[in-house]
């Protein structure tokens, strides 16, 4: 070895704070409001590879809503998005608390995230199948599924669709395009482009979404989705929602030197952009634009949504032992709820008092659900999915071993 040279070294990413530290993300290049263009659905990507290192954003400080990107949703449209957001807000609060009370196992909460499940939602249209993750619940709520439909599936009772055999908030419903949530990580990505593979040989017009998370991007089907999207020119939307944090471990470690997530699309030739997941109308945009090129037969789009889970990872995570407390507050792209009440109060139809009142509203709307949900059953009482399930649903024509073993559980 060269002595000039020194022994080789490694490097390890870390995080800009740590517990004890003063988060501050001056550093953070945030576009202004409005000044990101939108490209026509048939530009070639190669004249707009600069959209995967800025980030699209709608709504400015004033919660005026500026630019190319503006304009697709009416005042209804955008109203029924906040109460939706607000919805699924009061129902994660609930459910957090159910389950420190025992009543169901686990829980993984989508606070700081709602607008971009929420406003994604309203850019497809009926037959289309999103491929989730845990956290797009906003999916489920602006498709207008039942919330005692979810709840049930959270407690595992005897109203859960699933049966009893998901974790909680592994929700699936073919009618309302979601997808069953599987907690291998990335599966569903590979499964999202090979549905619209499949959508497109057989001539139909539907199409496909893909859900990822930042520290997923790291697993091999990922890369192996991206490959097949990008050489047959699948109809499907790549989703990768960069929330900051996998777990413990800062999107950092999973996103290595490409400076974007977004970027890691160029590579296969896909057109990608990122956007601010925290601005509802820009996400719907973005959403409408990707989900139009994938109709018009013009291939994948890979869009890499800002944004910061505020919450812990779920309710087995301590957040607080590997992040300031404050980070949250500090983050600069603000709360998504209070960023869409601003712009209706600006525009007038909306006001303070009209929030409080949509506050009540929804909050009893989810009351109401939850306690008949809890009527059926909780992990505590009531009732439950029979074991007769274990052997159901696997089988077209069930085997004889399995048979047996139903007839001497007694079921």
């Known amino acids: 070895m060269n002595e000039a040279e020194g022994p080789l070294s490694l490097t390890v990413p870390e995080p800009e704070f740590r517990p004890g530290d003063k988060p501050d993300f001056s550093w953070v290049a ?3 409001a409005g000044a990101v263009r939108r490209p026509a659905y048939d530009e070639d990507p190669r004249d707009f590879r600069d959209l995967a290192f800025s980030i699209i954003r709608v709504l400015n400080r004033d919660g005026e809503a500026v630019g190319p990107w503006a304009g697709l949703l009416s005042d209804d449209e955008l109203k029924k998005g906040l109460m939706d957001m607000m919805t699924l ?3 994660d609060a609930r459910m957090m608390t159910a389950q420190r009370q025992g009543k169901c196992s686990f829980y993984m909460q989508n ?3 709602e607008a971009i499940g929420c406003a994604f939602g309203r850019a497809l249209e009926p ?3 999103n491929f989730p993750t845990y956290r797009q619940a906003g999916l489920l709520i602006a498709a207008d599924y039942p919330l005692t439909s979810m709840m049930n599936q ?3 009772n005897d109203g859960d669709s699933a049966r009893g055999r998901q974790l909680p908030v592994f929700y699936s419903s073919k009618e309302h395009g979601f997808f069953s949530v599987s907690g291998n990580l990335a599966t569903q990505y590979v499964q999202a482009v090979g549905w619209a593979m499949a959508s497109a040989i057989s001539g139909d017009s539907r199409i496909a979404a893909g859900w990822i998370g930042d520290g997923s991007t790291a697993e091999s089907d990922f890369h192996a989705a991206l490959v097949f999207a990008s050489t047959y020119k699948a109809p499907v939307v790549l989703n990768v929602v960069n929330n900051q944090w996998a777990i413990s471990t800062f999107q950092g470690i999973a996103r290595g030197g490409s400076g974007t997530l977004a ?4 590579g296969f030739g896909i057109p990608s952009l990122r956007v601010d997941g925290n601005d509802f109308i820009a996400v719907h945009a973005v959403a409408k634009w990707a989900v139009e090129r994938a109709r018009r037969n013009l291939g994948p789009t890979l869009v890499e949504y800002v944004t910061y889970r505020a919450g812990g990872h779920s309710t087995s995570d301590d957040p607080s032992a590997y992040r300031p407390r404050e980070e949250s507050a500090a983050w600069p792209l603000g709360d998504p709820v209070l960023r869409l009440k601003a ?8 006001s303070e008092e009209r929030h409080v009142q949509a506050e009540a509203e929804v909050l009893d709307a989810v009351i109401a659900a939850q306690k008949e949900s809890e009527a059926i059953g909780t992990l505590q009482s009531g009732r439950l999915p029979s074991q007769r399930d274990l052997f159901e649903d696997v089988f077209e024509t069930m085997p004889p071993h399995l048979l047996r073993q139903r007839h001497q559980s007694g079921y």
């Open 343 to 350: 712009h209706l109060i600006a525009k007038g139809v909306w």
């Open 111 to 113: 606070l700081g995230e």
């Open 30 to 32: 945030v576009d202004k």
């Open 263 to 266: 970027a890691r699309g160029h």
């Open 154 to 156: 959270v407690y595992s």
């Open 127 to 129: 037959g289309d199948m």
């Open 89 to 91: 807000r009061a129902y």
